[in-house]
């Protein structure tokens, strides 16, 4: 059975949030809700961060309407008790913490019990290995790649669709093979100028849309 995932950011940044809302609640089988998500409707305050931040987590609630706002409020950022378990940002934070550095890594897979974790808020692709005698591998992903996941535990972030960080521009996905143990990391080029057009023309700041042409 084929299916899709989404470890939260639904909206937030981007010119069209209620499209994104209901393509990933209508269309995701499991979906979180990330802590853009959560500033967007209301659940975390956004005000101590910068200017621009609230800015477009006040213009996104705004526009998603009270009725979307409810149903993204309603998700977890967290679903640890899955086969595969998913957190939006780490086992130990599942809102604010990165995974993306060994460190980190290692005490989220020592947290938990499952072969496969998946996390997401960094918007960098990413798989970390620790095999069966303690020794820790792997770290961040460039590009496309095949990742056989071999015995041990393993914490992958596929990246993200729509504003990945790690200096490609390209919507990064991963696609989950847990029959034949195989992670395939994809990237696939959008239209990154119509992107950052429809950003500036809803006001949004200039910020937003410069980065999607860096990948950052």
Request: a negative charge; one cysteine or more; glycine letters at 10%.
């Amino acid at each position: 059975m084929t299916e899709w995932w989404c470890v939260g950011d639904l909206v937030d940044y981007g010119a069209d949030p209620v499209y994104c809302a209901r393509a990933c609640l209508s269309g995701a089988s499991r979906c979180l809700a990330g802590n853009h998500d959560l500033a967007a409707t209301g659940r975390i305050d956004f005000s101590a961060f910068s200017e621009w931040v609230h800015a477009a987590a006040s213009w996104t609630g705004e526009v998603l309407g009270p009725g979307l706002r409810a149903e993204i409020a309603a998700l977890p950022p967290a679903e640890p008790d899955h086969k595969v378990p998913m957190f939006h940002a780490s086992p130990r934070d599942p809102v604010w913490e990165y995974v993306v550095s060994d460190e980190v890594a290692r005490a989220s897979l020592n947290l938990v019990d499952a072969r496969l974790t998946l996390v997401g808020h960094s918007h960098i692709p990413a798989a970390w290995h620790l095999a069966p005698d303690g020794t820790l591998s792997g770290g961040f992903v460039s590009g496309e790649a095949t990742v056989e996941l071999t015995e041990g535990k393993w914490i992958v972030n596929p990246g993200s669709v729509g504003q990945p960080r790690d200096g490609d521009a390209r919507a990064a996905w991963a696609i989950l093979d847990l029959e034949g143990g195989e992670l395939r990391f994809r990237r696939t080029p959008y239209d990154v100028a119509g992107a950052q057009n429809a950003i500036l023309a809803a006001g949004l700041p200039t910020s937003l849309a410069d980065r999607l042409s860096y990948g950052r």
